[in-house]
């Protein structure tokens, strides 16, 4: 009988703070999610997993309706099989969540992505909305030129109206305060995709057995380019030029350092090591840069990944490994998120939020490729985690708990609105 009572105690309250309409009506808050940006990249595909999970621990008695841009290519499946109440919007469901739903959540990413469907919630609803976990881009991931001044300042305008704004990394948080952002709550809030908790162990299995690769007994590491190649990934993507240029004349500078790293670790160490994708066009990025260019002897201890995986996959085998570096953002969160070692070398066309590592206490496993004194400390950064795992993930663990503090603040004020 007390669990009952505690339970319906429980509901009622949180629906007295998340939406006094929804007190008054006698049911459960309706949170729309707005996320889900593309299926070519897990990492953005992680996002999404990520703040279902913590919406799911931290406030249970919502009903979640995911407005999706993409969840094609198995994702959809993937989610459902995760979250078997959740509701994905497909055509004419998203205006009935326009007419049902109490607050607007804006999930995670590079940016205020679906910036244009924020407004048009605020505008047509009167409803609130809140943002969770994004950069505030000043040079675009996507652009070989910085966000223009009009653009930057349409988007805190959009953050100012909102209840909550919550940013993956502090420079973001500091460009919005600099800019005159006035929501009324602006903190740190960890990408959502630092709580995905997907699993496909029969996948991640069967292809370590395939490749001999044992548990505890070796490295994940991805490579990338300046530029993501979407124009390999995406149909109807055009060819350009300007970021193949770039990629081209930056990848022997960035690349390099990881691939001595790998180098060292196999002739030092017992560790083997796995080059594996975090996008659709990293397979290639990997065997190019990387295995094509080992000594044979190195190559016996190394095993090249040849196609893309979904999210699932991908984490049911780093939770397997000893851990990953790498030149990406979104593997390595996932791997802190889940207690696993992750070293990230970027560069400033990825925007601010590698920096979030600074911001969860990882410094020392952060390289900023663009200043030259920073690169010869990443493949002893590697080797270190390499040949003491026990100790990097005792490191991890610090990150992961700054995570799980900040995930806990900021799902309370989600559950406030």
Known sequence: MFAMNRRHFLTSSLAALLSPIAAQQGRAPRLVLRSSWQTVNIGDIAHTPGVLALLEKHLPH???RLWPSKVDNGVEEMLMKRFPKLIILKGT???KAFEECDFLLHGSGPSLVAEKDVVKWAKETGKPYGVYGITLPIQSSTSTKPASDSSVSK???????????????SVSLGVAKERGCTCPIMEFGPDGAFATDLR???KAIAFLKEHGL????FLCCIGRLRFSEYWKMKPGVKFDETKHTRNEAMKEHDLAPLRQAIIAVVQQTDMKVLLCPEDSSQMEVNKVNFYDKLPEDVKAKVVWRPNY??????????????GLFGAEMHSPIMCIGNGIPAIVCRWKEQTSKGLMWRDIGLDEWLFDLD???????VVPAVLALA?????????????QAVVHERQRATMAIVGQM
């Open 371 to 377: 200043n030259e004194a920073e690169i010869p400390g």
């Open 200 to 202: 496909d162990d029969e």
């Open 93 to 95: 469901d998203v205006k």
């Open 309 to 322: 995986w979904l999210t699932g996959e991908a984490l049911s085998t780093y939770v397997r490994s000893a």
């Open 155 to 169: 988007t805190i305008e959009v953050l100012s109206g909102g209840k909550f704004a919550f940013f993956r990394d």
């Open 214 to 217: 044992e548990e505890g007994k």
């Open 62 to 64: 919502v009903e979640v």
């Open 387 to 399: 040949k003491d795992p026990a100790a990097a993930k005792i490191k991890a663990a610090k990150g």
